[in-house]
């Protein structure tokens, strides 16, 4: 029993959560058995059990809704709160990333709904070419990668600007690409119709999914800060053609890419000279000052920092290449209540000195003050 053992069993069953959030994990919902959870759940209720944790009541737990109940809205670390002593300190759990996970999954209003949190899908993004393939935006990702960098720029903008797109913003912007059928078949990847009448959240202009009765986004920040929902809002599908974008495209190509669009807007305002996604996604945005230096900047919109930081050392730190500075960006609301998320992944910076990682805020910061050197 090690470490890789636990981390693997919270994969799965981090896993198993987003399978099964389509249905909303709740006892009314028809059981859907999912067997990565059943697995995950398996494997930890070991570790637990040989270190002395759970006791007597493994059995208990070994009920995917019994489990799911007890651990899912507790943050990992207090997963652990029962295994003896001795075991956690030969474990070292504390170095290892995934013991900084807050809950997996968070309850929705007073229905007995459960949703995957975004620390569920920010690790599993993190540990998803290890074990998850095929997924919806990697096809979308893997083909993107196929097209010109122009191409690619347009593409990827434009999924970001349209999380929900009718038929004729679709139409409107299939001339551009025309070309081009792997840019056409990113597109069709990208996007699923639906004939549903659904509110469009107004944060990130994904669809609102209802449960019992209450309304739900993929973002649990969404969820959380939805406002009262007015019938502007309401988008029919039933009566037009309108598509918007399959899940994991939304969460991991289109939500992320906000930051990105935000930090060429402040480029283009300020008369900054910038390219976005060079060298097709090497980098995010690259900008250029007037006596030649570049600044190179990866926008990660990633809450917990401690996922931000395993991923950035998964990923070998930040792309080599020829530029004075290197940021990793994250949006400025993220260290409200977390005044040291930049130490902690500035921590793993060390060793790349022209490398840090600022807020959006103190990238403007930054970029104005060097403008006025120059
Ligand atoms: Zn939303």
């Known amino acids: 029993m ?7 069993a919270i994969t799965f069953i981090a896993k198993g959560i987003r399978e099964k959030e389509n249905t909303g994990i709740s006892k009314r919902t ?4 999912s067997k990565d959870l059943q697995r995950g759940i398996n494997m930890f209720l070991w570790a637990a059990f040989s270190m002395g944790g759970v006791g007597e009541n493994v059995c208990a737990y070994a009920d995917e809704y019994a489990f799911l109940k007890k651990f899912i809205c507790l943050p990992i670390r207090e997963w652990f709160i029962d295994w003896s002593e001795e075991s956690k300190r030969q474990l070292q759990l504390e170095n290892e990333y995934f013991y900084y996970l807050e809950a997996l999954a968070y309850r929705v209003g007073c229905d007995d709904v459960y949703m995957a949190s975004e620390d569920c899908y920010d690790y599993l993004n993190r540990q998803e070419s290890n074990i998850i393939e095929s997924l919806d935006e990697r096809g979308v990702y893997n083909r993107l990668k196929e097209l010109s960098q122009e191409q690619y720029v347009e593409v990827r903008r434009f999924l970001i600007q349209n999380p ?11 001339p551009k690409i025309a070309e081009s059928p792997t840019a056409r078949d990113v597109i069709e990847i990208a996007y699923e119709r639906f004939y549903e009448s659904v509110y469009r959240c107004p944060t990130c202009g994904w669809t609102l999914k209802r449960t019992a009765n209450d309304y739900v986004c993929h973002s649990q920040y969404c969820t959380e800060n939805l406002p009262t929902l007015t019938d502007e809002m309401v988008i029919d599908g039933a009566q037009d053609k309108i598509y918007r974008l399959k899940k994991g495209v939304m969460r991991y190509i289109a939500s992320p890419g906000k930051l990105e669009m ?14 976005l996604w060079p060298q097709k996604d090497r980098y995010d945005v690259e900008i250029k000052f007037s006596n030649g230096d570049i600044w190179e900047i990866d926008a990660k919109a ?3 920092p401690k996922i931000l ?3 950035i050392e998964k990923d070998g730190g930040f792309p080599s290449g020829d530029y004075e500075k290197g940021f990793f960006v994250i949006p400025t609301d993220y260290v409200k209540g977390k005044r040291n998320y930049t130490s902690i992944v500035n921590q793993g910076l060390k060793a790349q000195k022209n490398v840090k990682c600022i807020t959006f805020a103190t990238l403007k910061k930054y970029i104005t003050e060097k403008v006025k050197q120059l």
């Open 302 to 304: 990633v809450r917990n």
């Open 2 to 8: 090690d470490c890789l053992h636990i981390e693997k």
């Open 164 to 174: 929900i797109a009718t038929e004729e913003t679709r139409r409107e912007f299939i």
């Open 309 to 311: 930081s395993a991923k």
């Open 30 to 33: 028809p059981y859907c058995y």
């Open 262 to 275: 935000e930090i060429v807007a402040f480029c283009k305002k300020n008369g900054i000279e910038y390219a």
